[in-house]
């Protein structure tokens, strides 16, 4: 059984045979007995602190570990479950011109848009491992009660537009520097006259940064979801500690 459906039962047991219910100290004890029976690897009782510090360095090593595998050449462009598309009218013409080897400037364009991504994505990380440092007990304790992936969901719902705003610039200046912005007038000229309606530049910074986003919170999701269920992942004391090892 899920550690989080014992926590439950064993929590509305205490409030429920209690007239006075579960206190707050209550709750971790039996959180932290629960677990203690639920790890292998724990050789002491887990406190809140510990469940908190194991939650936060298993997104810290998360997000390296996503960084460090989408900033390296063909991060992005090179993986198909993270590749940025050209948005709207952009991608759907590239697509019907590429059977026909005439979609040339679209692919182009899309190749300088995932290597701005590449470029970028360690400051997002970076971004990302500076809001873990928030996370509080009563944060780590509603994670620990969701499933896998939930640090990653619990953190991207809370940070993410505070990280956009703080990613975009490095963005902005990442997708200059590999001449996207540069493409990106001619292109929609082209391809999408009459028919993008806003700036084209900010229109494709727009779609490109929540392609770049994407791309790195399926990664540390993926590395959380590692962490949890393989042992060789547990590369500290504290994860050892609370995921066991």
């Known amino acids: 059984m899920r550690v989080w459906m014992r926590i439950a039962s064993v929590a509305l047991a205490v409030g429920v045979g209690s007239t006075r ?3 707050a100290q209550d709750f971790g004890k039996i959180a932290s007995d629960i677990l203690h029976k639920s ?3 724990d050789k002491g009782n887990l406190s809140k602190g510990d ?4 939650l936060k360095e298993a997104l810290n090593v998360a997000s390296g570990l996503a960084s460090e595998r989408l900033s390296a050449k063909d991060g992005f462009m090179g993986d198909a479950a993270v590749r940025i598309p050209l948005p709207g009218v952009l991608g759907q013409a590239q697509k019907k011109l590429q059977p026909f080897g ?6 182009d364009l899309q190749m300088k848009v995932n290597r701005a991504a590449e470029a970028a994505v360690p400051t997002a990380s970076k971004l990302v491992i500076d809001a873990v440092k928030a996370m509080t007990l009563d944060d780590a304790m509603s994670i620990l009660r969701g ?3 939930a640090a990653t969901t619990f953190l991207r719902k809370r940070t993410e537009a505070g990280l956009r705003q703080s990613f975009r610039p490095y963005f902005d200046k990442s997708l200059a520097t590999s001449g996207a912005l540069a493409a990106i007038d001619g292109v929609v000229a082209k391809y999408g006259a009459g028919l993008v309606k806003t ?3 900010t229109w494709l910074a727009d779609a ?3 392609g770049a986003l994407d791309g790195l919170f399926y990664y540390v999701a993926r590395e959380e979801q590692a962490i949890r269920r393989d042992p060789a992942k547990r590369t500290s004391d504290i994860l050892r500690k609370v995921f066991g090892g």
Do not use: E, S, V
Request: charged share 15%; net charge negative.
């Open 21 to 23: 219910g579960a206190t």
């Open 199 to 201: 700036d084209a530049k």
């Open 39 to 41: 790890l292998p690897g």
């Open 51 to 54: 469940i908190t510090l194991g």
């Open 147 to 149: 499933g896998d992936t």
């Open 208 to 210: 490109a940064t929540t």
């Open 102 to 107: 005439m979609a040339g400037p679209l692919d």
